[in-house]
């Protein structure tokens, strides 16, 4: 699907005349993420739009860093609502994927019936340029964020072996958070990115061999460089958007986390506290890791379905 400048490779369910959910995933992931979450919602009647986005899988990857700030991101999204002839759609995001529909949620709020962020939670706005922030919050430590930011070591590093890095990936939250041992990943001593992430035993329980193969297929031919453009962007996004200051999320939202998930650690739900005008619940599942919705799709989506039925009736 063509939009924005850019060709976007999409997975779309079902009835045309329904109401458009769109399905944001996160880094590393791909459409693919959603397998579980488009058939069900399209057999309860809502028009599922799920896109590789820009940089990832079969989509296009532009060359430029700035081409992967939220202005782009956003608008991405909103070039599928108009493709479809709709006015506005609910949308659905993880991981980074929540940073993109919680800021649509702010940026056109005209657009967006209702917002669901899996995994992060909305953070407003703040008072000084993001990386300024991190690297005095995270002075003489490692911080992923910030190692990302310069193109040509994270890329080598994560491009190296895509199968390493996905089942390091994939596997993150399998287990009870341990404060120590995050703490102890935070070390500056050299390593890299994958290094301090642990080689489990053995796949998690809800991600087959297959499964794992689709990933690692896509990102041994991709690389992941166009994704980790998206982090690149982090002062841009701050500077393009100056109007966003003090911006709440007006729309209703709903955010649904894991209680093993590390990123919880950082952004615990409430940080969004004072800054969500029409939050219909926090969910967080019991033993759940990053990965939510393949993890645990029985009731993410029960909690999607729920939430769409209060603001988009069929």
């Known amino acids: 699907m063509a939009t924005n400048g850019v060709d976007l490779f999409v997975r779309e369910a079902g009835p045309a005349d329904g109401p458009v959910v769109i399905l944001s995933h996160g880094f590393p992931e791909l459409s693919y993420s959603w397998r579980h979450q488009i058939p069900a919602l399209a057999a309860a009647g809502y028009h599922v739009i799920a896109p590789d986005q820009r940089g990832y899988g079969r989509s296009s990857k532009p060359e430029g860093v ?4 939220i202005v782009h991101l956003t608008d991405d999204l909103l070039g599928l609502v108009d493709d479809v002839g709709a006015d506005s759609a609910s949308f659905v995001g993880h991981d980074w994927g929540a940073i993109v529909v919680w800021q649509m949620s702010v940026l056109h709020p005209e657009r967006v019936d209702g917002v669901v962020g899996i995994s992060v939670p909305f953070q407003r706005r703040g008072p000084s340029l993001p990386m300024a922030r991190m690297r005095e919050r995270f002075a003489g430590m490692f911080f992923y964020m910030l190692y990302f930011q310069e193109p040509g070591a994270a890329d080598a590093e994560l491009n190296a072996d895509a199968r390493t890095t996905m089942r390091r990936m994939l596997s993150l939250g ?4 341990d404060p120590d041992a995050a703490f102890a990943a ?5 390593r890299g990115f994958l290094e301090r992430l642990p080689e ?7 991600l087959t061999q297959d ?4 990933y690692v297929d896509t990102f041994r031919r991709t690389g992941f460089t166009g994704a980790l453009n998206w982090y690149r962007n982090f002062d841009r996004n701050w500077e393009r958007n100056p109007q966003l200051d003090g911006a709440k999320v007006e729309v209703p939202s709903l955010f649904i986390g894991g209680s093993n998930d ?6 615990p739900p409430s940080v969004m506290d004072g800054w969500v005008t029409d939050h219909r619940g926090s969910i967080v599942l019991d033993g759940a890791g990053h ?5 645990r799709p ?6 999607l379905l729920n939430f769409l039925a209060a603001i988009t009736p069929i």
Request: net charge negative.
């Open 66 to 69: 700035e081409e992967y700030d």
């Open 174 to 177: 399998s287990a009870t958070p």
């Open 186 to 190: 935070l070390a500056d001593d050299g």
């Open 200 to 206: 489990p035993e053995h796949l998690p329980a809800w």
């Open 211 to 214: 499964e794992l193969d689709v």
């Open 262 to 267: 590390p990123v919880l650690l950082l952004t």
């Open 291 to 295: 990965w939510l919705q393949q993890e």
């Open 298 to 303: 029985a009731e993410v989506n029960a909690a």
